[in-house]
């Protein structure tokens, strides 16, 4: 129904906004029911060429790119030590550190301009995780966004948003998915994507030069991994190339995530001048400044910015949407009954080796029978009146707080607890110096991995999320 006879369900699916054709389909249909594609067990699914290529491209053979039980159980086995929540709560003086460069320098960008100015937040946001995740993931200072890697990664990654967010974009997705060899060319996106795994990596490489006596004593992510290889029998040990390459998976999830979910989540207080009100209220009242791990993870010393760190991930999921492909014919269960085209109930599904199964988490964290009529509303409140619960205490699969977007068991993002910490203290450190304005209405688009704000008045422009901010000071002053 609606289906293109050349592209399918696919055009619509490209054009969504913050999942809203997906919402349509599933309040029709229910949660599960069959697209038309252009052009005619857990690890039974694997990434899909058009995720798989992202991945590859981006981090080489990191751990998101493994696919395959035998290597990608021992691996995850090998990397979750680092992300415990002692090796978390270790971070949090480089975190507040690199932040808080960043906002002085910011604040002091806009005092020049006579206390208010006009950015683009996706340039600041990406600086500030950029700073943090480099500081954290190997003991790198990007220089709060200055330095020529620096400089060059967030390049790299722009330009490659904005060839995802348009029509060739979408054509080279339909493309992978029906050609898969077509990754193996020298395009232009795909050179973006390589540039970028191509400079972090010379950076890591030079940090396996230090002495392995002084690994001992350092908390970044390397350091730890370096740590736990070593101590592993010789034959099972990784080598040092294929550690660079976790490095730079976590450098670029951990950046472009983390910095997607605030530019919206700020999107949202800008247009919710109340909540962001309450959220400053909140964050000031803290009687220091460098709010600690244990007492930012807990929802019971800063409940409102908790509120919205869980909010902003449930409404904008960096990842909005996931494909994976069927290794093997499979028969999937469902947990809700769905009518098929005969009136009769379906129970289970058969899935054919090769069928292509779309994720999309930004519509799954929406569903109206599990968040209630407005799902689709910004409300950090929710989270408050029923302690964490849903209206009608349902829960969705995930690996944190009921929702989808860190995704469900094996597959599941081993760095959530680093991501969820980097939020709440990138929302505290920005709130509680600056006020927020709403300018003008943005539009998401996915590109291709990750979901981007545009300007709808302007989106040839490509990736862009225009605020107006005042100094706290300031604002309160008129």
């Known amino acids: 129904d609606g289906a293109s006879s050349i592209w399918g369900h696919e055009w619509l699916e490209f054009e969504d906004d913050c999942g809203s054709q997906w919402r349509q389909w599933i309040a029709r249909f229910g949660p599960n029911f069959k697209l038309k594609g252009a052009w005619g067990n857990v690890y039974n699914y694997p990434h899909s060429p058009v995720f798989r290529n992202i991945v590859e491209r981006l981090t080489g053979g990191g751990l998101a790119g493994v696919e395959g039980e035998k290597l990608h159980k021992p691996l995850r086995a090998l990397i979750a030590p680092a992300f415990t929540l002692d090796r978390i709560r270790a971070m949090g003086p480089d975190m507040w550190l690199t932040v808080n460069n960043v906002v002085a320098r910011l604040y002091a960008s806009v005092e020049a301009k006579g206390g208010v100015r006009d950015i683009n937040m996706l340039d600041w946001s990406a600086t500030s995780t950029l700073d943090v995740i480099g500081r954290v993931a190997f003991a790198h200072n990007f220089q709060q966004g200055q330095s020529p890697e620096a400089i060059r990664i967030m390049d790299g990654w722009r330009k490659q948003t904005n060839q995802g967010m348009v029509w060739n974009g979408f054509l080279a997705s339909l493309a992978l998915r029906q050609f898969p060899w077509i990754r193996r060319l020298p395009l232009p996106a795909a050179d973006d994507q390589n540039n970028i795994k191509n400079i972090i990596k010379p950076l890591v490489s030079r940090l396996f030069q230090r002495d392995i006596s002084d690994l001992e004593h350092r908390r970044d992510l390397l350091s730890i991994l370096r740590r736990a290889n070593l101590s592993q029998e010789k034959e099972k040990r990784i080598p040092d190339e294929e550690l660079s390459e976790h490095i730079a998976t976590f450098v670029i999830a ?216 005042r100094p706290v000071l300031t604002a309160n002053k008129q």
């Open 254 to 469: 951990g950046h472009e995530t983390t910095s997607v979910v605030l530019n919206l989540t700020l999107y949202a207080l800008a247009q919710n001048p109340e909540c962001q009100r309450k959220l400053r209220e909140e964050v000031l009242s803290c009687d220091h400044k460098e709010a600690s791990f244990d007492e930012l993870w807990s929802n019971e010393n800063f409940p409102y910015l908790d509120a919205v760190t869980r909010e902003g991930f449930r409404l904008f999921p960096p990842s909005a949407r996931n494909e994976k492909v069927a290794e093997h014919d499979d028969i999937l269960p469902l947990g809700t009954p769905i009518v098929g085209t005969d009136g009769r109930l379906i129970h289970e599904i058969s899935i054919k080796a090769g069928q292509v199964i779309h994720i999309p988490t930004v519509a799954v964290n929406r569903f109206s029978s599990v968040w209630g009529d407005d799902g689709d509303v910004f409300r950090p409140e929710r989270w408050i009146e029923r302690t964490g619960c849903t209206p009608d205490g349902k829960f969705l699969p995930g690996a944190w707080s009921g929702m989808l977007t860190f995704l469900v068991g094996p597959r599941s993002c081993l760095g959530y607890r680093l991501a969820v910490f980097e939020m709440k203290v990138l929302l505290m450190a920005f709130v509680r110096a600056f006020e927020f304005e709403f300018i003008e209405p943005v539009e998401t688009r996915m590109s291709p991995a990750t979901i981007q704000p545009r300007v709808v008045s302007r989106p040839q422009e490509g990736a862009c999320l225009p605020l107006r901010i």
